[in-house]
């Protein structure tokens, strides 16, 4: 199975700042790395699929980037309706599997 | 637009079983393969299962296999979660989500149904 370690687990930040996560997969899984966003109670919403691709509606502040094992997702100038948590997600390999999580707080 | 809607959740006790059902409209049911991801309270995201767009091809994962199974009927634009043998480890919201194409990555996602094992 393969193990997406995210980084940081948790991140204040403040609105207009740039921010970085990474996921880091623990063998290569080429492009198949997407990343979702969920705020409370809500479902999780697709941002970026294939590590650079955006989804349909997603803000241009979103952008991600990557292959083989390592891959960031980039909100730039970050807005307070950006907090959330973050989630990487591979399915380049069976079983799927899920990056921890990266819960940002908007200061 | 996409919509996806989740039912059948509830509270039940260990060993006993649980059938899921997800209706599915908005789009062409019977071309995407579809997931099952869920979420324990307080908890991140564990993907469930997978299945073809024709139900031809069903993958799990190993927290769930030989317990769950996977279906679905596209002539009524729904897909199933059966739930045997239910463990208190199984709590969580049961999602379930649209594939990208067939063997993707979960694009749209329902509101979830909660599912309690509890004695």
């Known amino acids: 199975e393969i193990v997406l370690t995210q980084s940081p687990d948790f991140q204040s930040v403040t609105p207009k700042e740039k921010v970085t996560i990474t996921c880091r997969a623990s063998q290569s899984i080429g492009s198949s790395l997407h990343w979702y966003q969920q705020k409370p109670d809500q479902s999780p919403k697709l941002l970026i699929k294939?590590?650079?691709q955006s989804f349909s509606g997603v803000p241009s502040r979103f952008s991600g980037s990557g292959s083989g094992t390592d891959f960031t997702l980039t909100i730039n100038s970050l807005e307070a309706e950006d907090a959330a948590t973050y989630y990487c997600?591979?399915?380049?390999?069976?079983?799927?599997?899920f990056g921890q999580g990266t819960k940002l707080e908007i200061k | 637009q996409v919509q996806l809607v989740e039912s059948g959740g509830g509270v039940v006790q260990p060993g006993r079983s649980l059938r899921l059902s997800c209706a599915a409209s908005g789009f062409t049911f019977s071309s995407y393969g579809m997931h099952w991801v869920r979420q324990a309270p307080g908890k991140g995201l564990e993907w469930v299962a997978v299945i073809s767009y024709d139900g031809s091809n069903k993958y799990y994962a190993d927290s769930v296999k030989g317990r769950f199974t996977i279906s679905r009927d596209n002539s009524k634009n729904t897909l199933y979660l059966q739930m045997n043998s239910l463990r208190a480890e199984d709590t969580a919201v049961y999602y379930c989500?649209?594939?990208?194409?067939?063997?993707?990555?979960?694009?749209?996602w329902g509101q979830g149904t909660m599912v309690t094992v509890s004695s």
């Open positions: 294939y590590a650079s």
């Open positions: 989500a649209k594939d990208l194409t067939d063997y993707g990555a979960p694009d749209i």
């Open positions: 997600h591979q399915s380049s390999s069976l079983p799927y599997t």
